[in-house]
C-alpha cells in the first residue's frame, strides 16, 4: 500500500471526480447486497475492485436512501408532466457514472421528458468509455449515438439523452453548450444535484441556483448534501475527508438543513429534511421491511448520526410546484 | 507448553499469535469458561469496560488508565471484535489475560461475539486477511459460544451487554438457559446480548435493530425488585459521552469505543467501582493520531486494504 495519501498527486478536482468512484462502488454494493436492481450498476466498477465492493451495512441502506430520494423525486415529475400532457426535461448536475437515466430510459421516453447529464469532462469521457467496453449495453443505451471530442458532447441519434463534458463554476458557458443542444428553458425542468453542489464553491452554487430560478419558469431542484460541521460526528466528518484531499465548501456556507431552506427561499415551495426525516417519511414500510431482512444491521445509533448529516432539499416553481406536496 | 506471559507481551506489542497458539488459547480457555455459571457473581472493586469493537489502541489506554490488569479487576461487558482495525490482537489479548489471570478478568458475551455478526461487520475478513485461512476465526467463534452472559456485583448489580427479556423475570431463569451455542436469532439469550433501555416506553417494545427488545422503567423496577439487585449495568448503544445513566439512576450504559468507527467523534468511559459502590466514570477520548492506527495507517479496515471511514460521497 503506498505510503502516500492518494490525493497528495491529485488536483482537488480530480478528488472531487474521485468521489465518483466512491459512489459507485457503493451503488455496487447496495446492488450486490440486494437493496436495488441495477443491471448497469457494474459496468462502472473494475472487476476487481467488484470482488472487494461490500461496504458495511449503514453505507448500503444510506446509498439506497439517497438513491430512493432522487429515483422517487424523478417518477413523480415523469408523472406531473404526463399528467399535464407536456414535454419535460431532466438536467442531471454532477451525475458521474449514475445510472438513473439508463434504468428510467423508457418512462423517460414515454413521458416525453430529455435527460441532460453535466459533469467535468474527464468523468463524461470515463463514462463514455465504461459504456463501450460493453457493446451490448451500449448498443441498446446509445444506438447510433454521436460524440463530439472537442466538445465533450456526447447525444443519442433521437437526442433524448445528452452528456455534456463542462464545469459548474462556468456555469454561463455550460448554458451555452446546453442551448446547443436543444435544451428549452421553457419546458418544465427536474434538476437533480446529488451530492455534488456541496464540493462547488458557494457564490458558483449561488449563480447557478438564481439561474434556476429566473430562467426556467417551471422547474424543481432536488439537492443532497452535507450538513452539520461543527459538531463531533461533522467535525469528524471533515478531517477524515480532508484527509482524503476532499473539501466541502459548502457545507460552511449552508450547514443546517433551515440554511438550505433559506438557500432556496426564492423559489414557491421549498422543503428541506435531514435523512433521518426522509427515511422515516418517505421510505415506505414495506420497503423498509424488505430492506430490515437483507443483512444484520447494528449501527443504530451510527445511522442516526450519519442521517443528521446529510440534507435533503427539495425546491419548486411555476408548474411543478404541487410536486412539493409529496415532500 | 502455552507461555502466557510471553503471549501477552507479544500481544501488547501489537504482534500477532500464532495460529496453533490462537487454537491452544481457545481450547483452554473453554474449559475454562465452560465453568463459569451463566450468572458469575463477583465482587467490588471492579472497573467494567463497554464496548471495544477491535479498537486495540484505546483497550490500551483503558489499561494506562485504569491500572493493568490484575493490578485492576476488569470485567468486560462485550464486543470485543468486529469494526475497528485490530479485533485479533484485542480479543487475542483479552483471551490470554482471562486464561492467565481468570479471577481477575471477566468477559462477557455481546451481540458482536457471533458467527453470523463477525462475518458482516469485519472480525471474519479480518481474520482472513492476517492468518489466510478461516481457522482462526473458527476458534474465536467457537470460544465465544462459552463466554458467560451475565456477571452480578456484590449481589446488587446485574451486568450484561443488552438488557432484559420479556422471558427472564429472575437470575435463575437466566441460570438454565444453555448458552453454549451460537447466539439464536431470538428468545431469551438474543434478548439478553440484543435489548436496549428505552425511556419513551414503560414495558417491552419492538427493537429497531430486528432483534431483542426495548424496555422501560416498568421492566427494570420489576426485575430489580424480584432479583433483589438494585442496578442494571450495559453496554451496547454508542454514548457520546462515554456514558449514561437511565431511569432516574437504574440502568447504566458504558461505553468504551472513542471516536467510534473512526467517525463518531464520541468519548468513551470505563466505570471504576469500589466498595460500598462508590461509582466513578473515568471518561476518555481517542489517543492523538500519533499514538496509535490511524485509517491510513493501519494497513487496512476491517478487512478492506484500501479503507478510510465510509461517507457518502
Redesign the interface.
Known sequence: MSSHPPHLHASPDDVVRGTDDVAALSRLSAVQVGYMTDVYASIFVSSSAAHAARRPPLINRGTYARIHAFDRALELFIARVTKDCVPGQVLSLGAGTDTRWMRYKDQLAAANVRYFEVDFPETVMHKISCLRRHRKVYAELLPGATFDGKQTTAATADGRYTLLGGDLRAWPAVVERLSACGFDTTQPTLVMAECVLVYVDPPAVTTLLSWIHAQLPSAAVVSYDHIVPDDAFGQMMLHNLSEQGIELPGIHAVPTVDAHRAQLSEFARVETMDMNEYWAKHVPDEEKARIAKLEIFDEIEEWMLMGRHYCLSVAAQGSLAPLLDQF | MLDLDACISRLLQRQLLAEVVVRDVCAKLKEALLKESNIQHISTPVTVVGDVHGQFYDVLEIFKIGGHCPDTNYLFLGDYVDRGYYSVETISLLACLKLRYPNRIWLLRG??ESR??TQ???FYTECMRKYNSANVWRYFTDMFDFLTLSVVIDNVIFCVHGGLSPSLHTLDQIRVIDRFKEIPHDGPMADLVWSDPDNAISDFGIS???AGYTFGVNVVEKFLYLNDCRHILRAH??C?EGYQVLFDDLVTTVWSAP????????MASILEISPAIDRFFNVFGAAPDTDRE???TA??G?G???S??????
Request: hydrophobic share 20%.
Open positions: 451481540n458482536h453470523a455478526v458482516t461487520y469485519g429497531p435493530r430486528g448503544q454508542l457520546m471516536n467510534y468507527c473512526y467517525r463518531c467523534g464520541n490511524t485509517p491510513s494497513g487496512g476491517a478492506d486494504p484500501a478510510t471511514p465510509d461517507y457518502f460521497l
